[in-house]
């Protein structure tokens, strides 16, 4: 729900004939936890965004249901709902800001902002991949979150936590509108 009106309040206030509109068409977003004893992945496919460059910025608002993340484990999945607090805060919306004269570079610097657990992070100058494919654009990188920026509480195995690094690596596709 917050992200169809974080999305209807983002098209509220771009001009129907405004350039330099873009669309999220494909996405694939999963986060990566390491332990001594194993490695875990979990993987979206479900998310949701738009962006707009006009007046020298890019602003671009991605969001994806956390609970569509599968690491291919129900059980593992359900656990890890619980410690992101999922059902008080079900998405993980994300607002890049990129200089407009940057946004054409095979390499793309983006602000981010990130909400997830009910905590919001700021990453600056995050360097991201970008490679035209005829009219549309692959964007991809790293985020680089941590349980502590988001003040969640490491799940141990064998009582010992996980590492605190949680990355989440992007692989986006936009076109314009």
């Known amino acids: 729900m917050k992200f169809a009106v974080a999305l209807l309040l983002l098209a509220a206030v771009i001009p129907a004939n405004a350039q330099n509109q873009w669309v999220l068409t494909d996405s694939t977003l999963t986060w990566h936890i390491s332990h001594p004893m194993h490695e875990v992945a979990g993987t979206s496919h479900s998310a949701k965004g738009k962006g707009i460059c006009n007046g020298g910025q890019c602003n671009f608002l991605i969001a994806v249901p956390l609970n569509t993340f599968s690491s291919g484990d129900s059980n593992r999945d359900l656990h890890t709902l619980q410690v992101v607090r999922g059902a008080e805060f079900p998405m ?3 607002r890049a800001q990129i200089p407009e004269s940057g946004i054409n570079g095979s390499t793309i610097s983006a602000n981010l902002e990130v909400q ?17 494919k005829g009219n549309e654009v692959e964007i991809t990188g790293t985020i680089p979150a941590t349980c502590s920026d988001f003040k969640i509480d490491r799940p141990s195995f064998l009582t010992i936590p996980i590492k605190n690094e949680i990355p989440v690596t992007v692989d986006t596709t936009w076109k314009p509108m």
């Open 116 to 132: 997830f657990a009910g905590q919001t992070a700021h990453y600056s100058n995050v360097p991201f991949h970008r490679v035209a």
């Open 92 to 94: 993980v919306v994300v």
